[in-house]
């Protein structure tokens, strides 16, 4: 008896053993799949799939190809997060860089992009604010929470049951009561473990007497095994897997947004200096005509003016304030725009002043990569093509359980019992250790399911092989683009320079020869070289706008979250 007691404890701690590691497989740091980080491969070859998608492909090739993929990558917890100046530190490189990741709270990084010079509202503190407070990426950084939870929610799957029951039979010819308590554990590998414990008393009907129990009750413990379909993947691991790589979905996300957001935070900005810039032009017509009112004052005495000549510089004034007035509402709009992006520390929208306007536009000596390399850049840095990836890595996992359920049913189980105390019975037939060995076949004849699965799954993976190739030719084309406005941006400016440094000089003159006296010159005259010099002015602010527009646009094309 000693010895049966002995054989069942050890097979019980056997199996609790087993239990206890299987439930610490399941709480482990996730994996999902990736290629390796040491990879060379080319960003335009990125689209091609690991996987040949082959109907007649062995489905065991299959299934080891998606365990090995969906464990390839390091724990979510180890991606190393990139800060918006890192991802400009990396501009240069052809290396991808890894996506925004916001696990530490965003103020810390957004107290270094907040670089003011003077009482000057700069770019820079525009883009922290923006990573700091702006409503649209605290929104989708909560994505990452959703699909947290959403893989907590997968791994529940593997979670420890505990049962428990109680049945009693008080009145009638066959008196008894049965207490069981049991604990179930899915294995990470397949199957399940158990053990238990149950007691049956009283009198049973002849075809119940294995509810019979000796006098202390009865410890059974076992498991069973899937060795055919569900061995290498079933749908528990499937969907954590797969809600593991929702985890990662969750970066890109952010990542677009930010991009997005700091896009549109750059041209919000530039469209504010610019309009800054022609409101002071509009201020700086209107002294000109004002201060012009002594002089001519002093010529109309002298007689070497009419008088209606300070009505015509009268005129002016008035025109050039309601133009001054108009720039003024203008510059308060775009300032109003601007405070879409820029807000406290509370998240509230701050409306820059007119004295927080920068003294000017900055240089424009800047240079860009190649197109070949920005190309490449672009392609390997795009958060839409890693979701593309991702996505993919997502199919093949679910193909993978598609074509584990082409396979048989055949699951192995084995169950030890030993009662313990007194026996219940003269026959003493519940004394000796039992052992159940079983074996179970099942096969769908048509299987339809699993065929039509695998199908429909082939066909999206061949969509979002489609799609990752779109993407590369649309990435490539907006690259294009935003290197041709950067390259015509910069020679308007050229033009606009030396046509507002030529009317300045137009202009000198003929107020020269006015306030001179000179009878070739009169007001008229004066008031278009001043309007034509004011305009040249005003296209040189549009030309610089366009310029760092594009350069916004050049950025969000690369990929990059800071779009200076």
């Not at 994996?31 to 082959?54: C, F, G, H, L, T």
Request: hydrophobic share 40%; with cysteine; aromatic share 6%.
């Amino acid at each position: 008896m000693a010895w049966r007691l002995v054989v069942a404890a050890i097979a019980l701690a056997g199996v609790s053993s087993g239990c206890a590691s299987m439930g610490r497989r399941t709480g482990e740091q996730p994996y999902v799949a990736s290629p390796p980080a040491s990879s060379s491969r080319n960003p335009n070859e990125m689209a091609e799939s690991s996987w040949a998608v082959d109907a007649s492909s062995d489905s065991s090739n299959w299934v080891s190809r998606a365990l090995r993929e969906s464990n390839s990558l390091p724990p979510a917890s180890e991606l190393e997060p990139v800060s918006i100046a890192n991802a400009n530190a990396n501009a240069n490189s052809t290396q991808p860089i890894d996506l925004v990741s916001f696990q530490e709270p965003i103020a810390s990084r957004g107290g270094e992009l907040l670089l003011l010079k003077g009482d000057s509202l700069e770019l820079q503190a525009v883009l922290a604010s923006i990573l700091d407070s702006y409503p649209a990426i605290a929104q989708v950084v909560q994505q990452r929470q959703l699909a947290m939870g959403q893989r907590i929610g997968a791994a529940g799957m593997f979670d420890t049951k505990l049962s428990a029951g109680a049945y009693e039979e008080p009145i009638g010819f066959y008196e008894n009561f049965r207490h069981e308590l049991g604990v179930y554990q899915p294995l990470y590998g397949g199957g399940q473990a158990f053990a238990g414990y149950r007691v049956g008393r009283g009198v049973f009907e002849p075809w119940y007497q294995e509810r019979v129990t000796d006098e202390s009750g009865e410890f059974k413990a076992g498991f069973a095994l899937p060795l055919l379909q569900d061995n290498s993947i079933d749908r528990r691991r499937a969907d954590l897997w797969q809600a593991r790589i929702e985890v990662l979905l969750a970066e890109p996300a952010i990542q677009q947004e930010v991009i997005a957001a700091c896009r549109d935070g750059a041209v919000a900005y530039w469209d504010w200096v610019a309009a800054g810039n022609n409101a002071r032009i509009a201020a700086h017509l209107l002294e000109l005509a004002e201060n012009r009112r002594a002089g001519i004052q002093r010529l109309v005495d002298e007689g070497e003016q009419a008088a209606i000549t300070l009505v015509d510089n009268q005129r002016s004034i008035a025109s050039r304030r309601a133009k001054l007035f108009d720039a003024e509402r203008k510059l308060a709009q775009t300032a109003i725009k601007l405070s879409l992006y820029f807000r406290d520390a509370q998240g509230r929208p701050v409306i820059p002043s007119a004295d927080e306007l920068p003294p000017d536009f900055p240089g424009t000596d800047v240079d860009w990569d190649e197109e070949s390399i920005a190309i490449s850049l672009a392609v390997a840095q795009r958060p839409e093509i890693q979701a593309l990836e991702l996505e993919r890595r997502q199919l093949n996992i679910e193909l993978a359980q598609a074509v584990n359920l082409f396979q048989p049913n055949l699951d192995v189980s084995l169950a030890a019992s030993q009662d313990v105390g007194s026996i219940s019975s003269s026959k003493g037939d519940k004394d000796e250790l039992e052992v159940e060995l079983g074996l179970l076949y099942s096969l769908p004849l048509q299987r339809r399911k699993a065929l039509g699965k695998q199908q429909e799954l082939q066909a999206k993976l061949a969509q979002n092989a489609i799609k990752q190739q779109f993407l590369r030719d649309k990435i490539a084309t907006e690259v294009q683009v935003a290197l041709v406005a950067l390259e015509t941006a910069m020679l308007v400016i050229q033009q606009a320079e030396e046509s507002a440094r030529l009317a300045e000089q137009m202009e000198e003159a003929e107020r020269r020869k006015f306030m001179e006296g000179d009878l070739q010159s009169n007001l008229l005259t004066v008031n278009l070289r001043e309007q034509a010099s004011a305009d040249a002015q005003v296209e040189l602010v549009n030309a610089r706008r366009h310029f760092f527009e594009a350069r916004a646009d050049y950025r969000a094309a690369l990929g990059l979250g800071d779009p200076r």
